[in-house]
């Protein structure tokens, strides 16, 4: 089945992306690209040395039999099976050079990707995490597309080392027949139209099977995290969790082996096409060898130019087939990397105003977060005073986190301005403006660190010393238990690593609280900071937390009127709106 106009333009358009994917392993290891790519050039002329060789011994070898073996021919043939053992060992010492070389440049090209995924995970927007389509867009980029760079690597390595060979080869046989390097090429073209076609026919599959394959990582992390593995236990899903992997995992082995199946057939036919032309053109040798118009040495020459030519056009095409797939996957990478914040700095900055003097405040803002039709905030205005205790309190889904979010500029609101001292927030650097913030978030990540290394995430480029990471345990009230951990905080927390500890809930908050005191910030926010403490502890806690909030602005979003009670204002959230304010 010829290729049709829409493949041939798909091929056109993937191709287009080997000029990106050379300046990527460029910049990832040049000097280790450049050693690499002398190195195959030498490799890829010595297999054609050896075959001319070859034909130089045997036309000696014969020359010297008929000479009734003197001593000047005998010579001869040592000499060229001395220069023949030569280039053998040269080209077994090369590929372990080589060998050598491409694992150093693998590494870094590599780590270099990684990175790059990275960096553009940490750059994108929050608001891309709420969307299937990206997290099916890092799945692609961090899956095959990370290592398909490599792929290419080693398919480029094989093209560029084949393809002088094959010139050299050409070369060879061109006397013998200028038809036959024509030939050579021809008979291998079934087999790479057979490796194209199923390329492409794998990488749509592969795509198609994105979500399927997320969905597998979903049931191996229910079956395998300790997050889980209460709630699989107690309610006994681990058998439906298990089923619903194996089945899917069932799904795509069939889908894959019967690719497999149907590509193995054609390859076999396209090997047969080849040993047809091969064995046709051998046999048009061996007449012209019976015939006197050629010698053994040529006849040796031929076969082992021809046999190996065909092998290495073989190789060549299918390299070229490689590097097409790798093309197919780099653009799922390539996508990845390209996609572009919304989020983004002011083309004419201003300075964050430091301290506030006079507060916050949301004029006339309406929010709705992305793919959502339901408005988060509606018209919404509100203002927080410089230096109180305000908190906001409300029904789930009355929009208190959100205020957090947009405070934050992980969103920006569709209609409205939110103001420093009269400041619109989109007018701060990125950088500057969340140096402005410490937030306690509901849902704190609990890292597996020392205890010090823990708290001491919220500011790592202050590198805060023992005392200020103390200090703020003390505010938090976590200093106590700190103490009673067997190296207190060089105490490793979590058990996924050796030695670790674990904590109750209420601990953890604490020490989250800790790292969020940590960070010296004149707005302090945070999100159900009591949750997990108990009715005694939280009056402790509210005369440490104003303390460390004075002359500062803070925001507490709460459930409970316990902590409400205390603060200066308290704002009463619902649907979105304000709908009652004052004291206590």
Same mark, same amino acid.
């Given at each position: 089945?010829?290729?049709?106009?829409?493949?041939?333009?798909?091929?056109?358009?993937?191709?287009?992306?080997?000029?990106?994917?050379?300046?990527?392993?460029?910049?990832?290891?040049?000097?280790?690209?450049?050693?690499?790519?002398?190195?195959?050039?030498?490799?890829?002329?010595?297999?054609?040395?050896?075959?001319?060789?070859?034909?130089?011994?045997?036309?000696?070898?014969?020359?010297?039999?008929?000479?009734?073996?003197?001593?000047?021919?005998?010579?001869?043939?040592?000499?060229?099976?001395?220069?023949?053992?030569?280039?053998?060992?040269?080209?077994?010492?090369?590929?372990?050079?080589?060998?050598?070389?491409?694992?150093?440049?693998?590494?870094?090209?590599?780590?270099?990707?990684?990175?790059?995924?990275?960096?553009?995970?940490?750059?994108?927007?929050?608001?891309?995490?709420?969307?299937?389509?990206?997290?099916?867009?890092?799945?692609?980029?961090?899956?095959?597309?990370?290592?398909?760079?490599?792929?290419?690597?080693?398919?480029?390595?094989?093209?560029?080392?084949?393809?002088?060979?094959?010139?050299?080869?050409?070369?060879?046989?061109?006397?013998?027949?200028?038809?036959?390097?024509?030939?050579?090429?021809?008979?291998?073209?079934?087999?790479?139209?057979?490796?194209?076609?199923?390329?492409?026919?794998?990488?749509?599959?592969?795509?198609?099977?994105?979500?399927?394959?997320?969905?597998?990582?979903?049931?191996?992390?229910?079956?395998?995290?300790?997050?889980?593995?209460?709630?699989?236990?107690?309610?006994?899903?681990?058998?439906?969790?298990?089923?619903?992997?194996?089945?899917? #995992? $069932?799904? =795509? *082995?069939?889908?894959? @082996?019967?690719?497999?199946?149907?590509?193995?057939? +054609?390859?076999? %036919? /396209?090997?047969?096409?080849?040993?047809?032309?091969?064995?046709?053109?051998?046999?048009?040798?061996?007449?012209?060898?019976?015939?006197?118009?050629?010698?053994?040495?040529?006849?040796?020459?031929?076969?082992?130019?021809?046999?190996?030519?065909?092998?290495?056009?073989?190789?060549?095409?299918?390299?070229?087939?490689?590097?097409?797939?790798?093309?197919?996957?780099?653009?799922?990478?390539?996508?990845?990397?390209?996609?572009?914040?919304?989020?983004?700095?002011?083309?004419?900055?201003?300075?964050?105003?430091?301290?506030?003097?006079?507060?916050?405040?949301?004029?006339?803002?309406?929010?709705?977060?992305?793919?959502?039709? #339901? $408005?988060? =905030? *509606?018209?919404?205005? @509100?203002?927080?005073?410089?230096?109180?205790?305000? +908190?906001?309190? %409300? /029904?789930?889904?009355?929009?208190?986190?959100?205020?957090?979010?947009?405070?934050?500029?992980?969103?920006?609101?569709?209609?409205?301005?939110?103001?420093?001292?009269?400041?619109?927030?989109?007018?701060?650097?990125?950088?500057?403006?969340?140096?402005?913030?410490?937030?306690?978030?509901?849902?704190?990540?609990?890292?597996?660190?020392?205890?010090?290394?823990?708290?001491?995430?919220?500011?790592?480029?202050?590198?805060?010393?023992?005392?200020?990471?103390?200090?703020?345990?003390?505010?938090?009230?976590?200093?106590?238990?700190?103490?009673?951990?067997?190296?207190?905080?060089?105490?490793?927390?979590?058990?996924?690593?050796?030695?670790?500890?674990?904590?109750?809930?209420?601990?953890?908050?604490?020490?989250?609280?800790?790292? +969020?005191?940590?960070?010296?910030?004149?707005?302090?926010?945070?999100?159900?900071?009591?949750?997990?403490?108990?009715?005694?502890?939280?009056?402790?806690?509210?005369?440490?937390?104003?303390?460390?909030?004075?002359?500062?602005?803070?925001?507490?979003?709460?459930?409970?009127?316990?902590?409400?009670?205390?603060?200066?204002?308290?704002?009463?959230?619902?649907?979105?709106?304000?709908?009652?304010?004052?004291?206590?």
């Amino acid at each position: 089945m010829p290729f049709s106009r829409s493949s041939i333009a798909d091929i056109r358009k993937q191709l287009a992306y080997l000029p990106r994917t050379f300046r990527l392993i460029w910049a990832a290891a040049p000097a280790w690209t450049g050693a690499w790519s002398v190195l195959l050039a030498i490799q890829g002329l010595l297999p054609v040395a050896l075959v001319y060789l070859t034909k130089l011994v045997v036309d000696r070898l014969l020359a010297a039999v008929n000479a009734g073996g003197s001593w000047p021919h005998v010579r001869g043939v040592i000499l060229y099976v001395s220069l023949t053992a030569a280039v053998m060992v040269l080209m077994e010492s090369l590929d372990s050079i080589t060998e050598w070389v491409r694992t150093a440049q693998a590494e870094l090209i590599q780590d270099h990707i990684k990175e790059l995924i990275h960096t553009q995970s940490a750059a994108v927007d929050i608001a891309f995490y709420e969307s299937p389509e990206f997290f099916d867009r890092l799945d692609q980029a961090r899956g095959e597309a990370s290592g398909k760079p490599l792929t290419l690597l080693e398919s480029l390595g094989s093209l560029m080392r084949n393809a002088l060979t094959l010139i050299a080869l050409g070369a060879l046989l061109i006397p013998y027949g200028a038809w036959l390097p024509i030939v050579l090429l021809i008979s291998t073209l079934p087999a790479f139209y057979v490796v194209v076609r199923f390329d492409r026919t794998y990488h749509h599959w592969w795509k198609k099977a994105t979500v399927a394959r997320r969905w597998i990582q979903y049931y191996d992390i229910m079956l395998t995290h300790n997050n889980a593995a209460a709630e699989v236990r107690l309610f006994g899903i681990g058998p439906h969790f298990r089923a619903m992997y194996q089945k899917l #995992r $069932a799904n =795509l *082995r069939s889908e894959r @082996l019967q690719q497999l199946r149907k590509q193995s057939f +054609a390859r076999l %036919g /396209a090997a047969f096409a080849a040993l047809v032309v091969s064995g046709a053109t051998m046999v048009w040798m061996g007449w012209r060898a019976l015939n006197g118009l050629a010698t053994l040495g040529d006849l040796a020459l031929f076969y082992q130019a021809f046999s190996r030519g065909q092998g290495v056009v073989q190789t060549v095409l299918g390299s070229l087939g490689k590097i097409y797939m790798s093309t197919l996957f780099l653009g799922n990478l390539f996508a990845f990397l390209d996609l572009k914040p919304r989020i983004v700095d002011s083309p004419e900055p201003v300075p964050a105003p430091g301290r506030l003097r006079k507060g916050i405040e949301f004029q006339n803002i309406t929010f709705s977060y992305p793919g959502s039709e #339901r $408005a988060a =905030l *509606r018209d919404f205005s @509100l203002e927080i005073p410089a230096g109180k205790i305000v +908190a906001i309190v %409300g /029904a789930n889904g009355a929009g208190k986190t959100t205020l957090l979010k947009l405070l934050c500029r992980f969103y920006d609101p569709q209609q409205g301005a939110i103001k420093l001292d009269g400041t619109d927030l989109r007018d701060v650097p990125l950088l500057e403006l969340r140096r402005q913030f410490t937030v306690l978030f509901q849902q704190p990540l609990n890292y597996q660190a020392t205890v010090g290394e823990s708290i001491a995430m919220s500011d790592l480029a202050a590198r805060p010393t023992r005392e200020q990471i103390e200090a703020a345990a003390r505010g938090a009230g976590a200093h106590e238990f700190i103490s009673r951990l067997p190296k207190g905080y060089d105490t490793v927390l979590g058990k996924l690593f050796k030695d670790g500890a674990e904590l109750s809930g209420g601990e953890w908050q604490r020490i989250s609280m800790a790292r +969020a005191y940590l960070r010296e910030a004149p707005i302090m926010m945070l999100d159900e900071p009591t949750s997990f403490l108990d009715s005694w502890s939280e009056v402790d806690w509210f005369a440490r937390f104003r303390k460390l909030a004075h002359n500062k602005t803070a925001m507490l979003i709460t459930h409970r009127f316990t902590i409400a009670m205390r603060a200066d204002i308290i704002h009463v959230m619902d649907k979105g709106q304000i709908i009652e304010s004052g004291t206590h």
